[in-house]
C-alpha cells in the first residue's frame, strides 16, 4: 500500500468522522436544546456507533502509515534477512486461500459477536424485552461497520498483490508482502514467535501480540516460502526469535 493509498483513506475516515459529529451535534439541538419531542431526526443516533468504529479504524491507519514509512526506510538502508520471488502460480494460489479466510473471518466474527449478545441477552433476567429492543439496533450497526471494514480491508490487500511485485522482503523488524508493511514493532505489538508450516506452499506464520487493555491476544501473518526455501526460512525463523 503506497503512501497516497493511506492519504486517501485517511481522509474518507476524517469526512465520515466529521459527517457523524455534525449528526450527534443536530441530534443535541433538537432534542436537548430545543426539547423536541418529534422522532423525525432519532434515526441519526444510529451514527454514534458509526463514529466509534471510524476512529478506531483511523487511529488504526495512522499506525500502519507510519510502520510503513520506518519498514521503508529500513529496507532502503539494506537492513534485510531475505528477499523472496515467486512463481505466478504459487504467488495466486497463496493468495486466493488467504483472501477466502480472510473473507470469512469479515462475516463469521461480526455475526459470532451478535450471537453471544442475543445469548447473553436470553440468559440475563434483568435484561428487558424493551433494552433489548433499544440496544439491538446500535449493536447491529457497529457490527456490520466492523463487517464492512474488515471486508474491505482484506479485499484491497488482496487486490493489491495483482499489482504489486511477487516478492516478499523480510526485514529484522516486519516485512513486506503484497506492497504492504507488517510489523511487530509498532506501538502495543511484539513478535511472540515465527513457525515454518510444511506444505504443498510452506508458510512461515508470524505471531505478533497485540496489546490491550484487557491483555494480548494473537494475530497471526503469514507469508508463502518459495520451494526450495525452507532451510533459509528455518535460519531467518532462528535469528527473529533468538
Not at 29 to 58: A, C, G, H, R
Request: hydrophobic share 50%; aromatic share 16%; charged share 20%.
Amino acid at each position: 500500500m503506497e503512501k497516497n493509498n493511506f492519504h486517501r483513506m485517511i481522509w474518507i475516515t476524517w469526512a465520515l468522522i466529521a459527517a457523524c459529529c455534525a449528526s450527534i451535534l443536530w441530534l443535541i439541538k433538537v432534542y436537548l436544546l430545543d426539547n423536541s419531542q418529534s422522532s423525525e431526526w432519532f434515526f441519526l443516533v444510529y451514527t454514534i456507533p458509526l463514529l466509534i468504529s471510524s476512529m478506531v479504524f483511523l487511529m488504526l491507519l495512522y499506525n500502519l502509515k507510519r510502520a510503513f514509512a520506518e519498514g521503508k526506510t529500513e529496507i532502503e538502508e539494506g537492513k534485510l534477512l531475505a528477499r523472496w520471488r515467486y512463481s505466478e502460480e504459487e504467488w495466486k494460489k497463496f493468495n486466493a486461500e488467504e483472501w477466502e479466510k480472510s473473507r470469512k473471518r469479515s462475516i463469521f466474527i461480526p455475526f459470532g459477536i451478535l450471537a453471544l449478545f442475543f445469548l447473553i441477552g436470553w440468559l440475563d433476567a434483568e435484561f428487558s424485552e424493551g433494552e433489548f429492543s433499544v440496544a439491538l439496533p446500535f449493536i447491529v450497526l457497529f457490527l456490520a461497520s466492523l463487517s464492512a471494514a474488515l471486508f474491505f480491508y482484506s479485499y484491497a490487500l488482496y487486490k493489491r498483490t495483482f499489482s504489486c511485485p511477487r516478492e516478499v522482503v523480510i526485514g529484522p523488524g516486519g516485512f513486506f508482502y503484497g506492497g504492504f508493511y507488517n510489523t511487530w514493532e509498532a506501538f502495543g505489538t511484539r513478535l511472540a514467535g515465527v513457525t515454518l508450516i510444511p506444505g504443498d506452499i510452506p508458510i512461515m506464520e508470524f505471531d505478533i501480540k497485540v496489546i490491550g487493555k484487557s491483555g494480548s491476544n494473537s494475530q497471526p501473518l503469514r507469508i508463502p516460502v518459495p520451494r526450495g526455501r525452507e532451510r533459509e526460512a528455518e535460519s531467518i525463523i532462528a535469528i527473529l526469535t533468538k
